[in-house]
C-alpha cells in the first residue's frame, strides 16, 4: 500500500499500479481497490493512470473487469468501493 499510495513520487504510484494490473489477480487487484479507496484526487488519477497503461499497452492482461466483478461482493466496504471506479476505467478503455 505504501507504494501504491506513495505521496513523494507519484512514478512510483503508477508503475505499481500498472505492475500488479498485469498480475491481474484478485489478491493484486484488491490492493489497486483499497489504494483507490483512501487515495487522494492526484494518487488516484496516478492509479488510474497505472491501470490504464497495463490495460492498453500489452496483449493478455487478464480481465480486470472480470476480477472487479468478483470484488464488488467483497467483505470490505472500501474494496467494493474502489473496485466499482477501476471497473469504470475499464469501461472507459473498452469503448
Known amino acids: ?25 484478485v489478491a493484486a487487484v484488491r490492493l489497486i481497490a483499497l489504494a483507490v479507496a483512501e487515495a487522494d484526487d492526484n494518487q488516484a488519477d496516478w492509479l488510474h493512470t497505472g491501470v490504464h497503461d497495463a490495460l492498453v499497452g500489452a496483449d493478455g492482461v487478464p ?14 466496504e472500501a474494496v467494493r468501493r474502489g473496485a466499482s471506479d477501476i471497473s469504470v476505467w475499464t469501461d472507459d478503455i473498452r469503448h
Do not use: F, P, S, Y
Not at 1 to 7: Q, S, T
Not at 9 to 24: H, I, K, N, P, Y
Not at 63 to 76: F, P, S, T
Open 1 to 25: 500500500m505504501g507504494l501504491l499510495l506513495d505521496v513523494e513520487d507519484t512514478a512510483v504510484t503508477r508503475q505499481t499500479a500498472e505492475a500488479l494490473a498485469r498480475v491481474g489477480t
Open 63 to 76: 480481465d480486470i473487469a472480470e476480477v472487479c466483478g468478483k470484488l464488488a461482493r467483497d467483505r470490505e
